[in-house]
T-cell receptor, first 113, second 112 residues
Framework: NAGVMQNPRHLVRRRGQEARLRCSPM?????VYWYRQLPEEGLKFMVY????????ESGMPKERFSAEFPKEGPSILRIQQVVRGDSAAYFC???????????FGPGTRLTVL | GQNIDQPTEMTATEGAIVQINCTYQ??????LFWYQQHAGEAPTFLSY????GLEEKGRFSSFLSRSKGYSYLLLKELQMKDSASYLC?????????????FGAGTRLAVHP
């Protein structure tokens, strides 16, 4: 059973460009969570999604950031008009139910030049 | 509010025992997790406590006291590969949904 998949693993963007990060949860998991980790810091919750629904986006900046988890395909975290402060590791986690253990993907390391 | 505190760094010797403490304040506590994270890699699940007491799993044990808002991760027979960050995370239900709140992590360096 494959684990949580994220791609790309590394992404470089120039200021003002768009970044699209993808996450495929583990088989049988319908709950997806996105976290951001700045260097030398802990993981910060961004958004929690189920298929076709955003359940909790309280940790996501109101502007430039959006997330979706369509009926078919991976979950997408989209950052528009990236700025240098968006440089971080973005981790996706999935769980079978919302009370279950979350399992993390390998992360996407975003660098904004 | 929500607050999770753990030491920033610890060092220990190969073969020894180390205890990493975590204190938390949250209004909707619904369990505590420990994750291990090697540099540049994903966090991997180590343990979960929701009731008071000690959970043992091989060389790793985790303890929880809900009344004190306190947990620790105990690592025995330390190996060089245990050098990593250890993240304490509380599951919080106060917003109506289970959400993981992470501490900043404890960087453990194991020396020969």
């Amino acid at each position: 059973n494959a684990g949580v998949m994220q791609n790309p693993r590394h992404l470089v963007r120039r200021r003002g460009q768009e970044a699209r990060l993808r996450c495929s949860p583990m088989k049988g998991h319908s709950h997806v969570y996105w976290y951001r980790q700045l260097p030398e810091e802990g993981l910060k919750f961004m958004v929690y999604l189920q298929k076709e629904n955003i359940i909790d986006e309280s940790g996501m900046p109101k502007e430039r950031f959006s997330a979706e988890f369509p009926k078919e395909g991976p979950s997408i975290l989209r950052i528009q008009q990236v700025v240098r402060g968006d440089s971080a590791a973005y981790f996706c986690a999935s769980s079978p139910g919302y009370t279950d253990t979350q399992y993390f993907g390998p992360g996407t390391r975003l660098t904004v030049l | 509010g929500q607050n999770i505190d753990q030491p920033t760094e610890m060092t220990a010797t190969e073969g020894a025992i180390v205890q990493i403490n975590c204190t938390y304040q949250t209004s909707g506590f619904n369990g505590l997790f420990w994750y291990q994270q090697h540099a540049g890699e994903a966090p991997t699940f180590l343990s979960y406590n929701v009731l008071d007491g000690l959970e043992e799993k091989g060389r790793f044990s985790s303890f929880l006291s809900r009344s004190k808002g306190y947990s620790y991760l105990l690592l025995k027979e330390l190996q060089m590969k245990d050098s990593a960050s250890y993240l304490c995370a509380v599951r919080d239900l106060s917003g109506g949904y289970n959400k993981l709140i992470f501490g900043a992590g404890t960087r453990l360096a194991v020396h020969p």
